[in-house]
């Protein structure tokens, strides 16, 4: 049994997959696609927009987001080794990012 496609935008395809989203590069292989859980609230769908946007639009600017969930998903989905690798330091170095609470602010 196939897995129901909800919507498809040139290269990429929106699949529901056991109650959570699938943005899936169908130009990729299988590991170019990434899960998004929050089918209830809309917010999903505008997520799923917007890193059809990021991987479309801005390749050439700096990364659109700060959030390390779709930092991921965009590495995972795009085909250009260079924005890949752009995602990878951004992700890098906000896994090394460290803030002391004990002493109240950031440095």
């Not at 639009?57 to 930092?71: A, D, G, I, Q, V």
């Not at 965009?74 to 992700?91: C, G, M, P, V």
Request: overall charge positive; hydrophobic content about 35%; charged content about 35%.
């Amino acid at each position: 049994m196939s897995k129901p496609i909800i919507y498809v935008d040139g290269e990429f395809e929106v699949v529901l997959d056991r109650g959570s989203l699938v943005l899936c590069n169908r130009d990729g292989t299988y590991e170019h696609h990434a899960h998004f859980k929050k089918i209830k609230r809309g917010k999903s769908c505008y997520d799923l927009q917007h890193i059809i946007r990021c991987i479309r639009y801005c390749k050439e600017k700096r990364l659109p987001t700060k959030s390390e969930w779709m930092l991921r998903a965009l590495a995972r989905i795009t085909l250009d080794d260079r924005y890949r690798e752009a995602i990878l330091q951004k992700l890098n170095k906000m896994e090394n990012h460290y803030i002391n609470i004990n002493k109240g602010v950031a440095r």
